[in-house]
């Protein structure tokens, strides 16, 4: 009867080749990282408005400047600071609700905007 058995030769073990390990190496690599994190924290600084708080927006003739935009974006930091996850954020005459967490305004009315005047599924609200 045949043998059912399976022999192999074990392969020694190197060091790893440090050659690689040279000085424009590093550099390029840390450089690199600092431009991903510079990148990566202008991303999570930014904003977003979800296509139908623009659509809201739009409809409604609601128009953000730059400053308000600013503003916005400091409530948003300060409500995630306070643990916020959906917040209402109140500025001149336009309520906004932004998910905190996704930095993402979900939707956007004027003082007419809301029929019964009845804002659900909020854990906060921030006035400006």
Not at 25 to 36: E, L, R
Not at 89 to 115: C, F, P, Q, Y
Request: overall charge neutral; charged content about 25%; proline content about 2%.
């Amino acid at each position: 009867m045949a043998e059912n058995k399976i022999y192999f030769q074990a392969q020694p073990l190197l060091p790893i080749d440090n050659r690689l390990k040279g000085n424009n190496v590093t550099t390029h690599k840390s450089a690199g990282i600092n431009d991903f994190d510079k990148l990566l924290n202008e991303k999570l600084d930014t904003l977003k408005f979800s296509q139908h708080a623009l659509d809201r927006l739009q409809s409604r003739n609601l128009q953000l400047s730059e400053s308000d935009l600013k503003k916005l974006s400091q409530a948003v930091d300060k409500a995630a600071q306070k643990g916020a996850k959906e917040s209402l954020v109140m500025m001149n005459d336009i309520a906004l609700v932004v998910s905190v967490k996704n930095r993402t305004v979900i939707t956007a009315m004027d003082g007419n905007g809301a029929e019964d005047k009845i804002i659900t599924n909020i854990d906060s609200a921030v006035i400006l």
